[in-house]
């Protein structure tokens, strides 16, 4: 199993940034995706999950109307648009996925919200 993000980077206070995490070694089709984020000196925190064939998705209060996440099955690619960011939003954004016996993670992409 494999999860790689990108689109990470600098960006100042109000723009926008859509990282993508591309999935490899799994059905990716059949499986609930999310999209962790951790900042400096804090624990992790969930930013949003999709359900498997993307009919729904959820989010954390901090990140509703702002972010969207979406996925592809056919591209085995999960997204997080990213709107409207905020200093607060500097963090490393993780995605990640619930296998049946294990959890997998990648290796992150860093985003930095600064002027």
């Known amino acids: 199993v494999q999860l790689v993000e990108s689109g990470g980077g600098l960006v100042q206070p109000g723009g926008s940034l859509r990282l993508s995490c591309a999935a490899s070694?799994?059905?990716?089709?059949?499986?609930?995706m999310s999209w962790y984020r951790q900042a400096p000196g804090k624990g992790r925190e969930l930013v949003a999950f999709?359900?498997?064939?993307?009919?729904?998705?959820n989010y954390a209060d901090s990140m509703k109307g702002r972010f969207t996440i979406s996925r592809d099955n056919a591209k085995n690619t999960v997204y997080l648009q990213m709107n409207s960011l905020k200093p607060e939003d500097t963090a490393m954004y993780y995605c990640k996925v619930d296998l049946k016996l294990r959890t997998y993670w990648g290796q992150g992409t860093q985003v930095t919200v600064s002027s």
């Open positions: 999709i359900a498997s064939g993307g009919e729904r998705s």
């Open positions: 070694g799994f059905t990716f089709s059949s499986y609930i």
